[in-house]
């Protein structure tokens, strides 16, 4: 069974940094291209960064120069650094492999 299971989201000022995290099981994760979605209110879902399973990272360019997208494969983990955030990067942000995804954690930029 695939889980997928998100963390690390919250309320945070503008300007301010979060580390999500995803912890994946049921999959081979150091084979799979791992990737972090978002999706904010009243809006489609979108890609945020994917990184491959050798370790290349490739950022949307809404979040290129904030977000770094990072792996551990020893511990089956997807991370994803956001620095310097805005009130736009509020969204429920999604962890995905293949056609599995997690349930979501929620990240508010606000003051």
């Known amino acids: 069974q695939v889980q997928l299971v998100e963390s690390g989201g919250g309320l945070v000022q503008p300007g301010g940094s979060l580390r999500l995290s995803c912890a994946a099981s049921?999959?081979?994760?150091?084979?799979?291209?791992m990737a972090w979605y978002r999706q904010a209110p009243g809006e489609q879902r979108e890609l945020v960064a994917a990184?491959?399973?050798?370790?290349?990272?490739n950022d949307a360019d809404s979040v290129k120069g904030r977000f770094t997208i990072s792996r551990d494969n020893r511990k089956n983990t997807v991370y994803l650094q956001m620095n310097s955030l805005k009130p736009e990067d509020t969204a429920v942000y999604y962890c995905?492999?293949?056609?599995?995804w997690g349930k979501g954690t929620l990240v508010t930029v606000s003051s």
């Open positions: 990184i491959t399973s050798g370790g290349w990272p």
């Open positions: 995905k492999s293949q056609d599995y």
């Open positions: 049921g999959i081979i994760f150091s084979a799979k291209l």
